[in-house]
């Protein structure tokens, strides 16, 4: 390992214990729990700048059996930082905790998205971060009572005896959802005038969800502002240990329901990663084509609906008539709209129809055209222009520190984007240029948002133009399911074929993770095996959870109108949030 | 004493109730039509009939009234609203000269009834004791009074050339030459702080759908709902009817009717309304504030300046 040679240095202290080799090759420390600040600090100080804490999570490892060279531990914390230089660089630090309730020392005050991570951690493993500045339950609702991702925790209501309510519970529940603003410190009344505690949401036309906002007012200003997430949390990584590898990739669409094939692609080649296959380059290529055309339809929603969130009714029904464009295409090809679950472990479902070319070949021609309209219409309206340039800008500094990556980092001027920093698929091979912004604001966010849609266009005319012919299922015994026609002659993938539906193929014991640049932002999913036909922790890492917790950060001094641009200018999806 | 002029009493309410309906079918069809969509198209021919099955809905509704309401002031804050608009249309010389055509003071009398209109956002926002609906009425009472006097300042010019306060006689003096063309600078005024009155996007700051839910109406559902939603359409009706009225010449034009000139006069400002909402944004609280005091208001001023210098040039 040449620890100088990538940007993030410091790793060569005497507080780590063992490093772990895992299938995706990431950089893997273990440090202990004393040791575990002062190591974080001076990885801080050391790699100059752009240091991000992407990811904060844990294992609850007390089940796992294939632990070989792992430092003995009840749980596992990881934290994962991303270096944000010019080529990507990562490395996971991992902390063992021992006992039924551990604790461990927190991290919020080096950086300031632990907070939320943390949270989530308590919450659903029930590790406890000392220090922290609010260790409250973030996902699910204050008046649960367990850890649901520990292993001795239910995963089906099923296990359950019926659920009811009585009035009484029901009073309990609506009382827990009241908001106390003295539990968050916050004052009641200024010198000169008493302050109005507004809920938006969770049912508001522009939260974009079940999403709620709890804002402290003086008048129309908003002096401080609480987020409540977990109204949409539906136990995502909890059924990634129930499904098979194979029957997971459907409820991956619907973690960030815009994004469609989108979030299939991070999954599939976590699990590819394990297994050790390579898809072929058509699949490869049809990967990135449906992901690209699934960024558009998201893109297109974003434009039309942050439109809508300042005041402009129209443009969201020509964005959503484009949309309904891309989904023809889609539904030509998968057989389904929103969610095509099309990806499967080792390539794609099937390959594609006869006459593809022509669909997209007519819409990519003519979107353009239309995008043009829309400047006209949206981008250079004065009014538009106005309820946007300047408010909820944040700088390069800042999205590091709060982990915001996407459109959102590149609208602060720093050109970084996964799939030119760290190429997966066939990006490598693709023309594309990465739009960035220079202020940061909600207006150069929307600016980024519309100019990438015109590369996607760009990548899918290049998709169009060299699909390579071949096979889009890789040669492989874990490609599930396997190729059709072999599955008909021999009886070898017969029986592949077989148990792969019947139980579910069985994924070598490992961990690996694996990031796409999604709609919205990085999003990561780390999977670890058992070597079993579940996973045996599915980590889902999405954008919209660490872009929402910067909103008090934003949404500080400025008036409702303007948090309901920067919520719009967010591009957030609530089950991407709460999973 | 004059006998009471029965039949335009009875009427003109009925008419202006029938073309508020009406026009709520209208917008819904107009804006389908610019947003590539069809609208409401399946009662009746054309889908006319929509706004009556929604009235017929509407009526049929639960009159309930929130527990925590100021139950008087929340019934009450409809129908000044309505009351209001339709006071309003008694002076404006529809055709014959309507049922007051003739008042002296017919401007004041209608400003007069917009400045009464308030009351029904303010009390609605605040009998309905509920946190949007009291930012909705903060909003509409900043903003309508704001507004009221760039009107009534862009309103001045017209009554200086005119040298009265009678509609008739306004009307009458636009012979000619349509005050538009004198008044242009009045025009751009008025019907900016005509949006602002009637709270029509871009300037819905009281409803603002996006920030507040339904603003000041939040809470009131059923026909109390119906009649806010009727009375703003009646307003929309009611400025574009004055517009026509003070500066398109009111019913004056070639071979056609005068009542038909009208109307048709007063439709075109109507769906100049739609295709606005179907247009803009909706700039923020501050800055349609700011057009207001720093735009809106200098420029009416210099419309009066102006007419008062070339009124006294011409009589020198």
């Not at chain 1, 204050?142 to 009484?168: F, G, I, Q």
Request: glycine letters at 10%; aromatic letters at 10%.
């Amino acid at each position: 390992m040449v620890l100088s040679a990538s940007p993030i240095t410091g790793l060569d202290q005497p507080g780590m214990m063992a490093t772990q080799s895992t299938r995706d090759g990431v950089r893997t420390l273990w440090v202990t729990v004393d040791d575990l600040r002062p190591t974080l600090s001076t990885l801080k100080e050391h790699t100059p700048a752009l240091l991000m804490l992407f990811d904060l999570t844990a294992i609850d490892e007390r089940e796992r059996t294939h632990r070989d060279g792992q430092p003995p531990a009840d749980f596992t914390v990881i934290y994962h930082l991303m270096s944000l230089a010019t080529r990507a660089d990562e490395v996971r630090i991992k902390v063992a905790l021992l006992g039924d309730r551990p604790t461990l020392p927190t991290i919020s005050d080096l950086w300031p998205n632990a907070n939320w991570y943390e949270r989530e951690i308590w919450d659903l493993f029930g590790i406890r971060f000392e220090n922290h500045p609010f260790l409250r339950r973030i996902l699910t609702p204050p008046t649960w009572t367990d850890h649901p991702l520990r292993k001795d925790h239910y995963a089906r209501a099923t296990e359950m005896p019926p659920y009811s309510l009585t009035e009484e519970q029901e009073r309990h529940e609506q009382d827990a959802m009241r908001f106390d603003p003295s539990a968050w410190g916050m004052q009641r009344h200024s010198d000169h005038s008493d302050f109005m505690f507004l809920n938006l949401g969770p049912n508001h036309p522009s939260v974009h969800g079940v999403f709620r906002i709890i804002l402290q007012l003086e008048g129309e200003r908003i002096v401080d502002a609480v987020p409540d997430i977990g109204f949409h949390h539906r136990g995502a990584e909890k059924m990634g240990e129930r499904q098979s590898w194979h029957t997971y990739i459907p409820y991956t669409d619907r973690v960030d329901y815009l994004g469609g094939v989108m979030n299939n692609f991070p999954y599939v080649m976590a699990v590819e990663t394990l297994a050790g296959i390579t898809p072929p380059p058509r699949a490869q290529m049809i990967r990135v084509m449906l992901a690209e055309l699934f960024r558009i339809a998201s893109h297109l929603v974003f434009y039309g609906t942050m439109a809508q969130d300042v005041g402009q009714l129209s443009p969201v029904f020509y964005m959503f008539t484009d949309r309904e464009r891309v989904f023809g295409i889609i539904e030509a090809i998968c057989g389904f709209r929103m969610h095509p679950a099309w990806f499967r472990i080792g390539g794609v479902a099937m390959d594609l129809p006869t006459g593809w070319e022509d669909l997209i070949r007519a819409f990519v021609n003519d979107l353009p055209r239309r995008l043009d309209e829309y400047d006209a219409m949206v981008m250079r309206n004065p009014v538009f222009r106005g309820r946007t340039k300047g408010v909820g800008a944040y700088t390069t500094a800042e999205a590091v520190e709060w982990g915001v990556t996407g459109p959102g980092l590149r609208a602060t001027g720093l050109p970084w984007d996964y799939r030119r920093q760290a190429p997966y698929a066939c990006y490598e091979q693709l023309e594309f240029d990465i739009p960035t912004g220079a202020n940061g604001d909600c207006y150069d966010r929307i600016a980024v948002h519309v100019e990438e849609i015109r590369q996607s266009l760009r990548i899918i005319r290049q998709c169009l133009d060299h699909m390579p012919a071949g096979p889009i299922k890789a040669d492989h015994p874990l490609t599930t399911p396997p190729p059709r026609a072999r599955t008909l002659h021999d009886i070898e993938t017969l029986i592949h074929h077989f148990l792969g539906a019947a139980w579910g193929p069985v994924i070598p014991p490992g961990e690996a993770r694996s990031c796409v640049e999604a709609t919205k932002g990085l999003n990561c999913y780390t999977l670890v095996s058992d070597g079993g036909t579940t996973s045996y922790r599915t980590r889902i890492r999405t954008p919209s959870f660490a872009h929402l917790q910067m909103i008090p950060l934003l949404g500080r001094g400025v008036m409702i109108a303007d948090l309901i641009a920067i919520l719009g200018s967010i591009d957030f999806v609530m089950a991407d949030v709460d999973r | 004493m004059t006998p009471l002029p029965l039949a335009p009493i009875v009427l003109t309410p009925l008419v202006v109730l029938a073309l508020a309906t009406v026009l709520t079918w209208v917008e819904r069809r107009l804006l389908g039509l610019w947003q590539d969509r069809y609208g409401p198209n399946r009662v009746g021919p054309g889908g006319m009939f929509q706004a009556v099955a929604d009235g017929i809905k509407l009526l049929f509704k639960q009159d309930w009234v929130p527990p925590f309401a100021d139950r008087g002031v929340f019934v009450l804050a409809p129908a000044i609203g309505m009351m209001t608009v339709l006071l309003s249309f008694a002076v404006i010389p529809l055709a014959a000269g309507g049922i007051a055509g003739g008042l002296n003071v017919g401007l004041l009398f209608i400003l007069a009834m917009m400045g009464l209109g308030v009351y029904a956002v303010v009390l609605a926002g605040w009998a309905s004791d509920s946190k949007y609906a009291l930012l909705g009425g903060m909003r509409a009472a900043a903003q309508m009074i704001s507004y009221e006097v760039f009107m009534a300042l862009s309103l001045l010019g017209v009554v200086m050339v005119a040298g009265s306060f009678s509609l008739r006689d306004i009307v009458a003096a636009q012979s000619g030459l349509w005050f538009i063309i004198p008044q242009g600078l009045g025009f751009v005024v008025f019907l900016l702080a005509g949006i602002a009155e009637t709270h029509r996007l871009p300037f819905d700051l009281p409803e603002g759908e996006n920030e507040l839910g339904a603003g000041f109406h939040t809470e009131y559902s059923g026909m109390k709902f119906g009649m806010f939603f009727i009375a703003e359409y009646a307003g929309i009706v009611l400025v574009s009817a004055l517009a026509t009225t003070l500066y398109l010449g009111g019913g004056n034009g070639l071979l056609l009717p005068a009542p038909v000139w009208f109307a048709l006069k007063t439709g075109v400002i109507v769906a100049f309304f739609i295709l606005l909402r179907a247009g803009l944004p909706r700039p923020r609280y501050d800055q349609l504030m700011g057009l207001g005091w720093k735009v809106l208001l200098p420029l009416s001023l210099l419309n009066v300046l102006a007419t008062g210098t070339v009124m006294m040039l011409r009589a020198s």
